[in-house]
């Protein structure tokens, strides 16, 4: 093993994480930072850390279906991110739409716009589902580091 | 000769550079440790502030297409060099003591005032109206606090120079020996208003809760160092981690060191600096909320203004 690959080693213990809303109802939102990441499951632990500016990030948290007014505010902000970055969509509407899934200002298929790396199903996800969500967001960040 | 070499290596190795910046994410990894701890969580390993320095180091560095480049990336790389610089002028009681050529007390109070240029330079040269915020709050914050570091500074330096019959001594190695041979501030009665004021400025100086207005995450998105990604970013976090230790060590060395020498003095003074950083900075950044920049100002020119200029006054009079 090389000395690089041992500081990437040592380097994907330290995920920041950053959260899009892209016309989430808010009930996702309350679950990862009420609930999942905070004061309660702690993913603290794991070296995560929530940021104010996605020019920080290195795991991004994408909610809601992406409603047609978002979405070029949203890809602005992806594009914000400096590589390497992983996205995960948290909750059912980022996959088919979720409850809104016919509605004619929902752009539902969320991975037609963002590349999207891991989904956590779910109307909202349980807090250890999220958590599970990242540790395996941190498995393919390690292989894009 | 020796003097030169001397001079570089308690600039890059001890008691600046390699050390300065270990203790101070070490300290940093204690902080978010108790504070996690105080708060019901596991919280993060101790060495999580050397992990996040790895993983910045492995990040691209953007620069905004509106921002000033040179400034932009240069800033940061300012207020580290000034915090090493600090870093080796502060003495610690019994085992380090700086060159007379490094300079003295002043000359850490104008190197102090320079990270917090270096957050409104980066704030506005950033382009970002988030850093413009930061930048106006940064600078109204530092009108407020240095007045009142400035006052505790001279009553240290008055009843030092006072006692040995000049006026006024700002030499950090003869205001520690002085109290190696009497006793130490902390337990001078006139000198307690200065520590009280000196006890409220650093948590401004740090940026911590109460007064970590310019940077506030919630409001200004952590402000001056929005747009700053990967090293670059990181060279924040080692100027921080280095003021930490400056700003902490200034405090000991004005008010209680210890009257050892050798290891046990390394150790005593580490445990110090410990005991500042939880009593000072984490018990006080959980407790506390975020106050308004006007609070923050109002705040300054009354308590921590009064509080040193009643210790000068005191000094002056008795």
Known sequence: ?145 | MSTQVAVILSVLLFPGGLFALTLGLALKGVDRRVAARLQGRVGPPLTQPFIDLVKLAFKRTMVPTTACEPVFLGAPLVGVVSMLAAAALVPISGLYTPEPILGNLLVVLYLLVIPGIVLMVAGSSSSSPYGAIGFSREMVLMLAYEGPIVLVAAAVALRVGMAEGHVATFSLVEIVAYQRTHSIFLLDPVMWPALGAFCLFFPANLGIVPFDIPEAETEVLEGPVLEYSGPALGLFKVMSALKAVVVLGLGIALFAPLGLSGAPALLGWLAEIAVLMVLGVTAVRLSAGRMRIDQAFSFFFKWPLLLSAASVAAIALV
């Open chain 1, 1 to 145: 093993m090389t000395i690089l690959q041992k500081f990437k080693d040592i380097a994907v213990r330290s995920p920041w994480i950053y959260r899009i809303n892209a016309g989430s109802c808010n009930g996702c939102d309350v679950e990862m930072a009420t609930t999942a990441l905070i004061p309660r499951y702690d993913v603290e632990r794991l070296g995560c850390q929530y940021c104010g500016s996605p020019r920080h990030a290195d795991i991004v948290l994408i909610s809601g279906p992406l409603t047609r007014h978002v979405v070029d505010a949203a890809r602005r902000v992806f594009d914000e991110i400096p590589d390497p970055k992983v996205t995960v969509a948290v909750g059912v509407c980022p996959i088919s739409g979720g409850i809104f899934r016919e509605s004619y200002a929902v752009l539902a298929p969320i991975d037609d716009y963002f590349p999207i790396d891991v989904n956590v199903p779910g109307c909202p996800p349980r807090p250890q589902a999220i958590i599970e969500g990242i540790a395996q967001a941190i498995q393919v960040w390690r292989q894009r580091l």
